[in-house]
C-alpha cells in the first residue's frame, strides 16, 4: 500500500455544499488541493459569483451553482447537472447550515423549523439524491459536518442542537444502511471556527476589549484560541480519502479539545 498516495483525491468528484465561505470553500480548496475536482452550491448568485472569484485567485476551478438544499426537487436537479457537466459525485459534503440563536421560549415554531430545515432535512435530502450514483460507481463518501452541538447544549441554541444531534445520527443510519455498498458516512464536527456564522460571538465591545462569549470559549478550549477553517482540511481530506476506508459513523471532533476538557480549575 503506498501510504501517500491512499490520501489522495485525484480523479474524484466532490460536491461541497454551502462552500461559498467559510468552513464549506477551506474544505473545497482542500479537496482540490489534493486532487479533486470540487463542485459547490450557495443560495445566491452574488454569493456564487463572490466565491468563484475567491477560488479563481487560489487558483482552483470550481464549479459553482445556486441552490437551495432544502430544495429537494432542486437538489436532485443539481445532482443531475453536475453528472452531465462533470461527472458522478463521489464524495459529498454537507456543510451548508444556519444558527437562530434565540432562547426557547422565545423562539417561533417556525424559526425551529426553518434551522432543522438546513441544518438536518437538507442533509438527508441531499445525501439521498447522491446514493444511488455512490452505489452505482461503488465507492463514496459523505462527511457531514456536526458541530459541539451534537454532544452539548447550550442557552439560545435548541434548535442547531437539535440538529446537530440528529445530524450525528443520521451519520450514523446512512453508515449502518449503505456501509455495504462501499460507502463511508462519518461526521466532522468543528469546536468554535472564525467565520462569519461565529462572528458576533467574537465582536470587540466597544472599549476595545474581548467579547464576554470570546472569552469564555478562550478558557473552555484546551488548545486557547479559536480554530480556523485551515484546521478542519487534513481531517476533511482524510474522510474524503481512500486512507479512511474502514471509518465508518464517526464522528470526527476537530475542537482543540473542548470535548475532552471539565473546565479550570477555581
Ligand atoms: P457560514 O460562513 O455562514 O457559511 C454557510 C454556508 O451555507 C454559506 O455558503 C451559505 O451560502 C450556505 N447556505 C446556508 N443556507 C443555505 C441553503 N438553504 N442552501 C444552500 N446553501 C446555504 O458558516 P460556517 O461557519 O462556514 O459553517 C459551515 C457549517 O459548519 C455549518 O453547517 C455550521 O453549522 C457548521 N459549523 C460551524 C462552526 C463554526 O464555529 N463556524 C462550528 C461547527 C459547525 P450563502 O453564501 O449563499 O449564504
Ligand atoms: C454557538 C455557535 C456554535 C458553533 C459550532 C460549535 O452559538 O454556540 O455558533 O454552535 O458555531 O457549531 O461547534
Redesign the pocket.
Known amino acids: 500500500m503506498d501510504i501517500m498516495k491512499s490520501f489522495s483525491l485525484e480523479g474524484k468528484v466532490a460536491l461541497i455544499t454551502g462552500a461559498s465561505h467559510g468552513i464549506g470553500m477551506a474544505i473545497a480548496n482542500a479537496f482540490a488541493a489534493a486532487g479533486a475536482t470540487v463542485c459547490f452550491n450557495c443560495s445566491s448568485e452574488s454569493s456564487k459569483l463572490r466565491a468563484l472569484e475567491a477560488y479563481k485567485a487560489n487558483g482552483v476551478d470550481a464549479h459553482g451553482y445556486v441552490c437551495d438544499v432544502c430544495d429537494e426537487e432542486a437538489v436532485k436537479a443539481l445532482v443531475a447537472q453536475i453528472k452531465e457537466e462533470v461527472g458522478i459525485i463521489d464524495i459529498l459534503v454537507n456543510n451548508a447550515g444556519i ?1 437562530k ?1 434565540i432562547p426557547m421560549l422565545d423562539m417561533s415554531a417556525e424559526d425551529f423549523r426553518k434551522v432543522i430545515d438546513v441544518d438536518l432535512n437538507a442533509p438527508f435530502i441531499v445525501s439521498k439524491a447522491v446514493i444511488p450514483g455512490m452505489i452505482e460507481k461503488g465507492h463514496g463518501k459523505i462527511i457531514n459536518i456536526c ?3 451534537s454532544e452539548l447544549g ?1 442557552e439560545t ?1 435548541s434548535a ?1 442542537a437539535a440538529a ?1 444531534g440528529g445530524l450525528k445520527m443520521l451519520t450514523r443510519n446512512i453508515c449502518s444502511e449503505y456501509g455495504e455498498y462501499n460507502i463511508q458516512c462519518n461526521g466532522i ?4 471556527i472564525a467565520t462569519s ?2 462572528a458576533p ?1 467574537r465582536e470587540r465591545q466597544p472599549d476595545g476589549s474581548r467579547h464576554p462569549f470570546d472569552q469564555f470559549i478562550m478558557a473552555k478550549t484546551p488548545a486557547a484560541r479559536w480554530g480556523e477553517t485551515e484546521d478542519l482540511m487534513g481531517p476533511a481530506v482524510f474522510l474524503a480519502s481512500d486512507a479512511s476506508n474502514f471509518v465508518n459513523g464517526h464522528i470526527l471532533y476537530v475542537d482543540g479539545g473542548i470535548l475532552a476538557y471539565f473546565g479550570k480549575q477555581p
Do not use: A, D, E
Not at 464536527?189 to 468554535?192: C, R
Open positions: 444558527i440563536r458541530s459541539m452541538m447550550r441554541v442547531y446537530k464536527g468543528p469546536g468554535y456564522q461565529t460571538l
